[in-house]
T-cell receptor, first 112, second 113 residues
Framework: DAGVIQSPRHEVTEMGQEVTLRCKPISGHNSLFWYRQTMMRGLELLIYFNNNVPIDDSGMPEDRFSAKMPNASFSTLKIQPSEPRDSAVYFC??????????FGPGTRLTVL | GENVEQHPSTLSVQEGDSAVIKCTYSDSASNYFPWYKQELGKRPQLIIDIRSNVGEKKDQRIAVTLNKTAKHFSLHITETQPEDSAVYFCASNPTTNTDKLIFGTGTRLQVFP
């Protein structure tokens, strides 16, 4: 199993541009989590899905952020328009039935 | 809501010494407590976890203890090595939403050779 796959690994964009981050969960895992990590705020849960349905999006910072999970093997996190304060590492994590979460390698986003 | 406090924020030890990191949680019904290790530039990786039906769990040089009465749990690393240097995060699951994990703020451990 390849584990959680995220793309791109690095993204540099200019303020105002749309950014799309992608995640492929571990096969058979039915929960998917999007986290943001910064020095100032640590590891923050943005949103999570169970069986492709959004369960808790209380961590999504504002309307510029949106997330989708159209099927069990793919999820996206979109930021439109992006701002410099969105610069962070974005992790996708997935889990099965036992509470454990396994993280992807992350996407390092820099918004200039 | 559920809150997880972690301390210390930084910890420096000599190689071979033991290191202990402590976390407290607020929801007495929480039942799952994992620990993650994050090396510089890498992803958080699950290193050990404990559920509320046991008080201690060991895996080679690492162990986790849980005190449900006091609502705290600890990570113990014995015979520390330079490769143990990393940021360690504790977490627990809020019972209102058991798939979710609330993470502590992390402890930066440095092991000096």
């Amino acid at each position: 199993d390849a584990g959680v796959i995220q793309s791109p690994r690095h993204e540099v964009t200019e303020m105002g541009q749309e950014v799309t981050l992608r995640c492929k969960p571990i096969s058979g895992h039915n929960s998917l989590f999007w986290y943001r990590q910064t020095m100032m705020r640590g590891l923050e849960l943005l949103i999570y899905f169970n069986n492709n349905v959004p369960i808790d999006d209380s961590g999504m910072p504002e309307d510029r952020f949106s997330a989708k999970m159209p099927n069990a093997s793919f999820s996206t996190l979109k930021i439109q328009p992006s701002e410099p304060r969105d610069s962070a590492v974005y992790f996708c994590a997935t889990g099965g039935t036992g509470n454990e979460q396994f993280f992807g390698p992350g996407t390092r986003l820099t918004v200039l | 809501g559920e809150n997880v406090e972690q301390h210390p924020s930084t910890l420096s030890v000599q190689e071979g010494d033991s290191a202990v990191i402590k976390c407290t949680y607020s929801d007495s019904a929480s039942n799952y407590f994992p620990w993650y290790k994050q090396e510089l530039g890498k992803r958080p990786q699950l290193i050990i976890d404990i559920r509320s039906n046991v008080g201690e769990k060991k895996d080679q040089r690492i162990a986790v203890t849980l005190n449900k009465t006091a609502k705290h749990f600890s990570l113990h690393i014995t015979e520390t090595q330079p490769e143990d240097s990393a940021v360690y995060f504790c977490a627990s699951n809020p019972t209102t939403n058991t798939d979710k994990l609330i993470f502590g703020t992390g402890t930066r451990l440095q092991v000096f050779p």
